[in-house]
């Protein structure tokens, strides 16, 4: 009896970068671990920043929130955050929405939604900063 030897569905380039049939591999994962990891140093100096603003009236809010290494740390954890949301949401929504055309306008519309909340924060930040 012989036997034959087994055929893939992938191409032998697609096998050894370790890419699938959506041709994006572990890159969702993989953007998704980097923006956690980043989230933790991030979230604690955004914590500590908001406990230090605590009791203080809007002028002396706005001169911490306006200096440059605070304002250079809230942006980084803007953008960390709002991409870990898009990836996450995106995830969720490829996962329990069945219907395509339904899948695709959820995740336009997860996209537009996190590059909104990334460009509002942003824009508070940079007024601050700049005293516009």
Request: with cysteine.
């Amino acid at each position: 009896m012989s036997q034959t030897p087994l055929k893939h569905m992938r191409t032998p380039l697609a096998r050894v970068l370790g890419r699938g049939a959506a041709r994006s591999g572990t890159d969702h994962f993989w953007r998704q671990r980097l923006t956690a990891v980043a989230n933790i140093p991030l979230t604690i100096a955004a914590i500590v920043i908001i406990v230090m603003l605590l009791g203080r009236n809007q002028a002396a809010a706005a001169q911490i929130l306006g200096t440059p290494l605070v304002a250079i740390i809230m942006l980084l954890f803007i953008a960390s955050i709002t991409t870990h949301m898009r990836i996450g949401m995106q995830v969720i929504i490829e996962d329990y929405v069945h219907d395509e055309v339904a899948k695709l306008i959820l995740i336009m519309a997860n996209t537009f939604f996190c590059i909104a909340v990334a460009l509002a924060s942003a824009y508070g930040i940079f007024k601050l900063s700049f005293g516009v």
